[in-house]
């Protein structure tokens, strides 16, 4: 451990104190000193560890906007595949309409 050459007094909430009274060590200075090393040693690893959740959840939305795009697409499509149809169902009728015979010799093929 470090030599100790810095003399510092602070003031702390009951909230503060208790939690680093709950940390190991003997006696309050130790049991800050470590508190202090602990989430310096751990503080650059949850950051990359937040970096990574963030990337993650960047890439779990542009899923989704691919998604909700593709399901509008979808919706679109539909609705042009079933005007298609109706125009499709109104073309046959205008086919058999003209290929119906005008009159009854025509009817009877002479």
């Known amino acids: 451990m470090a030599k100790k050459t810095n003399m510092k007094s602070v003031r702390l909430s009951?909230?503060?104190l208790e939690y680093v009274e709950?940390?190991?060590g003997d006696g309050f200075?130790?049991?800050f000193?470590?508190?202090v090393l602990f989430c310096m040693k751990t503080e650059?690893?949850?950051r990359r560890t937040i970096e990574d959740y963030d990337h993650m959840i960047k890439l779990k939305y542009r899923k989704l906007n691919a998604l909700n795009d593709l399901q509008r697409d979808a919706r679109i499509m539909t609705r042009q595949f079933l005007s298609m149809q109706h125009d499709l169902e109104k073309l046959q009728?205008?086919?058999q309409i003209i290929r119906?015979?005008?009159s009854p010799e025509?009817?009877?093929g002479n």
């Open 14 to 16: 009951d909230e503060v």
């Open 22 to 24: 709950s940390f190991e």
């Open 29 to 31: 200075n130790q049991k």
């Open 33 to 35: 000193e470590n508190l």
């Open 44 to 46: 650059k690893q949850k």
């Open 93 to 95: 009728e205008y086919i």
């Open 100 to 102: 119906t015979p005008d």
């Open 106 to 108: 025509e009817r009877d």
